[in-house]
């Protein structure tokens, strides 16, 4: 008989949960955006071709402070050529669909890129 290592004192059964292509997603635009971005909304919807399926997302990001307007511009320029590593899917397209730029009270970025990811295989 096999022991569980839950069965030991200051051990616990953890669940494993898989991520799928929409986290892997945000988690790669999230590192791609930095630290002082904030996804604010990511929605997706189907999308197929007659050879390929997949799905386009929208995400929004907000940068926020002087100190993140650079962080802004780096992603702005990064996103279309940045070659995304996410398992089983291909990123067939990456583009900023708009930006809202203010300076008052303090600065900030409001950033919405779209993403088509198709399934790989």
Known sequence: MRAD????PGHSRRTRTRRGPAERLREAIAELAG???QITAHSLRPWASITF???RHTIELLFE???AMASAEAFLDALP???FAI???LVA???IQSVDHSLLPAPRMA????LLLLEEG
């Not at 290592?5 to 030991?8: E, G, V």
């Not at 950033?111 to 779209?114: K, P, Q, W």
């Open 81 to 83: 050529e940045h070659e």
């Open 93 to 95: 397209d990456a583009a």
């Open 53 to 55: 399926s997949g799905a």
């Open 87 to 89: 398992p089983g899917q």
């Open 65 to 67: 402070g002087a100190e």
């Open 5 to 8: 290592p839950s069965d030991f």
């Open 111 to 114: 950033v919405t890129a779209e």
């Open 35 to 37: 630290p002082q971005a």
